[in-house]
């Protein structure tokens, strides 16, 4: 008698995490990280980040590992990479990188230089980064900035936690009535 495995289920919406991920690897679309915005930001997974032969091919120089998986050595000493440790649990305040990994993402993007953004599975970390930087420079909203990652990246999933600290700093990008809003990426 064969013993199956247990498996823990978390939901998303209407699907299971194992179904995600089972999705996920099966979606051809994920052999290469998702294109965010053309020719600077691409999100994906570890195995992305750890593929060199993938990051050269993308000219990618630059890397935000938002996990709790340090990279390879060979990975560290070619591409500029900006590590931050974290689980993908309710309790981690991710809230307290995002003007770090702004600021990271700004400057390569003044350098026209190209950057991956990944967590181990390209849902939740990564996914919450990414949000706060297009919701920093240009969306006016966490819906519409959402809506624009998933239309990229179908398995763009922030968990619970990490969401509601993209709410709060939406709120605090916005609520300043001498903040102006910036254009979509469609406006520029």
């Known amino acids: 008698m064969a013993i199956k495995p247990v498996s823990t289920s978390v939901w998303i919406g209407e699907l299971t995490l194992d179904k995600l991920q089972h ?19 691409y999100h994906g997974e570890l195995k992305h980040a750890e593929n060199k032969y993938l990051l050269n ?18 990975i560290v000493e070619h591409f500029n990479v900006l590590w931050i440790n974290l689980d993908d649990n309710f309790g981690v305040d991710i809230s307290q990188y995002f003007e770090t990994t702004n600021e990271f993402l700004n400057i ?12 181990r599975m390209g849902i939740s970390r990564s996914s919450t980064i990414v949000l706060a930087y297009l919701l920093k420079y240009h969306y006016d909203s966490l819906p519409n900035a959402y809506d624009y990652l998933v239309e990229r990246r179908r398995f763009a999933a922030p968990n619970h936690s990490f969401f509601l600290q993209l709410i709060r700093y939406e709120r605090k990008l916005y609520e300043k009535p001498d903040v102006k809003k910036p254009p979509t990426i469609d406006e520029k």
Do not use: T, W
């Open 23 to 41: 999705e996920m690897h099966a979606n051809a679309g994920y052999a290469r990280p998702s294109v965010i915005i053309d020719k600077f930001l």
């Open 57 to 74: 091919d993308r000219n990618i120089g630059h890397i935000i590992n938002v996990s709790d998986c340090p990279l390879q050595q060979d």
């Open 108 to 119: 390569c993007k003044a350098k026209d230089e190209k950057v991956l953004v990944h967590c």
